[in-house]
């Protein structure tokens, strides 16, 4: 029931842009978003309903495709104050959380 | 506007001793859930306590236990641990049970067993 993040790590130049993708092999009832940064805890993002209501920040979007059990996490116009491991945290209606193993974003000066 | 607490921030055990985690809710918050994350893979789900109560529990054995008092601050307790309980133990908050609120992390405790 692991949630499956792609890609697994990526490198960008400050001022790119990034899309982080998770896939269920279930129906998702919502999708979460955390940003940790090494040695820190994780901080939310974003969150995403099934029926479209999303909770998060003005800064990065998200899209949520019911009918693809995917969520996707767009960061534009990188800063390097971006740079972490990204998490995708899922539920099925259980009000269990269940998070991907993380996708590493670096972003270079 | 206090945060998430986690205390200890450090702890080192040895294998089959028994240990307590601590944590207080951010100001506001009713609902704790607990997680483990090993080096390099995201926070796994323990259990999660509301109105004193466990209400939802992953995939973990009986010697992970916990408890939640009526400030709303809760313990994890760890029974026989195994080098494999090396980890960090996370704390969230968040204001009810349902997964359409966010949850605001602690910073952890590093529990190392040797």
């Known amino acids: 029931q692991q949630p499956v993040q792609s890609p697994q790590a990526v490198i960008l130049r400050e001022g790119e842009d990034a899309v982080i993708n998770c896939s269920s092999s279930?129906?998702?009832?919502?999708v979460h978003w955390y940003r940790q940064k090494h040695g820190e805890a994780p901080i939310f993002l974003m969150i995403l309903l099934k029926g479209g209501e999303q909770k998060g920040h003005d800064k990065i979007s998200a899209s949520f495709n019911e009918k693809k059990q995917q969520s996707s996490l767009y960061l534009t116009a990188s800063q390097l104050s971006y740079s972490g491991t990204y998490f995708c945290?899922?539920?099925?209606?259980?009000?269990?959380?269940?998070f991907g193993k993380g996708t590493r974003l670096h972003i270079l000066p | 506007d206090a945060g998430v607490t986690q205390s200890p921030t450090h702890l080192i055990k040895t294998r089959g001793q028994q240990v307590t985690l601590r944590c207080s809710p951010k100001?506001?918050?009713?609902?704790v859930s607990w997680y483990q994350q090993a080096l390099g893979q995201g926070p796994q789900f323990i259990f999660q306590y509301y109105e004193e109560e466990e209400r939802q529990r992953g995939n973990f054995p009986d010697r992970f236990s916990g408890h939640q008092f009526p400030n709303y601050s809760s313990e994890l307790n760890v029974n026989a641990l195994l080098l494999g309980d090396s980890a960090l133990y996370l704390c969230?908050?968040?204001?009810?049970?349902?997964?359409?609120?966010?949850?605001?992390f602690g910073d952890g405790t590093r529990l190392s067993i040797l």
């Open positions: 100001s506001g918050h009713d609902t």
């Open positions: 945290g899922t539920d099925y209606r259980d009000d269990k959380i269940i």
């Open positions: 279930k129906a998702l009832y919502s």
């Open positions: 969230a908050s968040s204001l009810g049970i349902g997964s359409n609120q966010p949850q605001h």
